[in-house]
């Protein structure tokens, strides 16, 4: 019998439903989608013309998916991020147990945010683990005038992807106690009793 269930809903609206101190951990990796998946930019998407999203060039005959432009996101939209997840960490808060650690897979360029929310909403921010990977995607020249500026990029290819970690703080006087009563409040260690490292080994990923 599988011990996984899936909820397909809207997600604050599925996060009201949980019970009261039910949930020891999140593991979310969000489209941070408040712009380039809305219908106006979707549909430019399709048609392979405009928008947020950015169409790479054909490279040695590999056809490359598209990626959003998260640097032409106005101040505004960025705030829009900062707002949602502030409401989707309120929302979740009542249902996490104290010490309950929560692991958001971020964005370079866009982390802050997500951080300031999370931070506002009362939890505590506890490190940032870094994913190394190697992938396809990124715009490092020009766009349309790749030739022109060969020996050019627009901006330094990461190579990482930052993966907040906060922490619902803990309603005992010591770690030890919270463990004992709520079964959160500290991570697993690694096999053969070794902490988590930061950053995490490289994982050989092409995107």
């Known amino acids: 019998m599988s011990k996984i269930t899936l909820l ?11 019970e009261a101190d039910s949930v020891h951990a999140v593991c979310a990796d969000p489209p941070y989608g408040l ?3 809305s219908a106006k930019e979707v549909a430019k998407l399709r048609s392979g013309r405009g928008g947020v999203w950015r169409l790479p060039p054909k490279w040695d005959g590999c056809e490359r998916r598209p990626l959003p432009r998260f640097t032409v996101l106005t101040s505004e939209q960025k705030k829009g991020i ?23 897979a971020g964005n370079p360029a866009l ?12 939890y505590e921010n506890r490190a940032t683990i870094v994913r190394l ?10 766009k349309n005038a790749e030739r022109e500026f060969a020996d050019v990029c ?7 992807e930052p993966w907040m ?4 703080p803990i309603s005992e006087k010591t770690v030890a106690g919270n463990l ?3 079964k959160t409040g500290a991570l697993r260690m690694l096999k053969g009793g070794r902490p988590l490292r930061m950053p995490l080994p490289v994982l050989r990923r092409l995107r």
């Open 8 to 18: 397909k809903g809207g997600c604050l609206k599925e996060i009201e439903m949980l």
């Open 35 to 37: 712009l380039e998946f």
């Open 82 to 104: 900062e707002i949602f997840f502030r409401s989707w960490a309120e929302a979740l808060s009542p249902k996490m147990r104290p010490g309950g650690h929560i692991l958001i």
């Open 111 to 122: 982390q802050m945010y997500v951080q300031n929310a999370m931070v506002g909403a009362g």
């Open 133 to 142: 990977y190697h992938g396809f995607r990124g715009g490092d020249r020009p």
């Open 154 to 160: 627009v901006m330094p290819r990461g190579s990482y």
């Open 165 to 168: 970690l906060f922490r619902k």
């Open 180 to 182: 004992r009563k709520w």
